[in-house]
Structures are given as C-alpha cells and as structure tokens.
C-alpha cells in the first residue's frame, strides 16, 4: 500500500527537494522487533526490565498491526522521498522511554524532536512537517518567540497528545 | 503540534514530543487525556486544544 496519494508525494517530494539541510531519522524499536531480526513485533506491556513498550491499543481493527514494522515502513518511504533525508533503525536507543518511536535530527543532531507511536493518518502530516521545519536552516517562529525562547534559564519539555483523526 | 517542534528546534532548552494517546492509553489515561491535541509541560498537563503562537509561547513560558 502506498504511503501517500500521488498528490500528496508530489508535494511531499518538493518539500523535501527545498531542504536546506539533511534530516535524520531514527526509528526506535523495542528490542527484537527490529525487522529481519528475530522476536515478535506486536505490540507489548512494560517487560520485566522495565521497559515501557507499546501498550495495547484500544482501536479497532487494529489487533494485528505490527507498529514497528509499519514505523520503519512510514520512515522508510519518507526518506525515500528527498535525498536530504536518511533513516536508520535502532534497538532500544537510549533516550527513549516509549516504542515504537522516530527521532526527527537536523544534520543527524539530537535537539529534542520526537513522534512517540505511529504517525496514523493525518498525523503523518506533523511527522512530515517535523521534517520539513527540522530541514530549515533557520527556526520559523516570530522574532518575538525567538527572543523569549533565548531567554529560557532552565530545560522545558514538551509532550503533545494526539490521535490520528 | 508543529509549534511545540519549533520551539524545540529553536532553543536547546526545549524538547518536544508528539506521543500517539491511542498507542499508550494508560499514560494517556494518567494524564487525563479526554481531548487533542492535550498540551503536557513539564510533566503537568497544561490546556487543549491550538492556540496561536504567541499565546502558546506565554502559556508555556510561564507554566
């Protein structure tokens, strides 16, 4: 199944080709889940390390989707769209206290951007635009926002809800 | 959720995560999560809902 409606790569495509630096992706997966590799894929409860992976979803009709496997195939085919855009896949990196996930790195940094679970339909679009704004040689936001982030003396984090309407 | 990705690419200070409710309901779940996109700082859940950026940089400054 294709990633996107042809419309959509072709814009996808552009945006990318207007990269002015490389993004990274890194997909994270729980341990054994990385494709190829042996071990079950499917969805699981925190294990007895302590690992929080992939809870169960409540969503129905989704019982037999394998989240890493169709993680690595939407960062996959993302990359696949620009040149500017390389993805990789990881084990249980550190860091990453939830699985499956996907780091977004301007030049293969890590400055903090990250989509925890699969980008589902519309959400496709934020891990896209992550790209998009991660790609920018400068940030987008209003001089003002910049000049009050300059200002910030501590660390801030950020976590985002959403579901893929 | 793209504000919170540029904040976070604008300052080293911040990070910003988008994380899936439906894929991890119990975090979701402890954090009260009834509405999207739900705005967590810090640990503490914060409001609903977009704003516009300046007020998303007030709200998340002074959290």
């Keep these: 199944m294709a990633l996107l409606r042809a419309e959509e790569e072709t814009k996808v495509r552009e945006w990318f080709a207007a990269l002015e630096r490389p993004v990274e992706l890194v997909v994270a997966l729980k341990a054994g889940s990385v494709p190829g590799e042996a071990g079950d894929a499917r969805p699981e409860t925190p294990d007895a390390f302590g690992v929080p992976g992939p809870e169960e979803t409540p969503r129905s009709g989704s019982g037999d989707v394998d989240f890493g496997t169709e993680m690595v195939r939407v960062c996959e085919g993302l990359a696949e769209l620009g040149d500017g855009v390389a993805c990789r896949v990881e084990d249980e990196p550190d860091g990453f206290p939830r699985f499956p996930a996907v780091s977004i790195r301007p030049e293969g940094r890590d400055v903090g951007v990250r989509y925890d679970g699969l980008p589902w339909g519309y959400e496709l679009s934020s891990l896209v635009g992550a790209i998009v704004e991660a790609g920018r040689d400068e940030p987008t936001l209003r001089p003002e926002s910049r000049a009050a982030l300059e200002e910030l003396d501590r660390d801030l984090a950020l976590d985002v809800f959403v579901t893929p309407t | ?63």
Excluded at chain 2, 1 to 16: D, G, I, K, N
Excluded at chain 2, 21 to 47: H, K, M, S, Y
């Design chain 2, 1 to 63: 959720m793209l504000l919170a990705y540029r904040c976070a690419l604008a300052s080293e200070r911040v990070t910003a995560t988008a994380i899936e409710a439906n894929e991890f309901p119990q975090l979701a779940q402890e954090l009260e999560v009834w509405a999207v996109p739900r705005i967590v700082v810090d640990g503490e859940p914060r409001w609903d809902g977009a704003v516009p950026e300046p007020e998303f940089l007030r709200r998340i400054l002074s959290a």
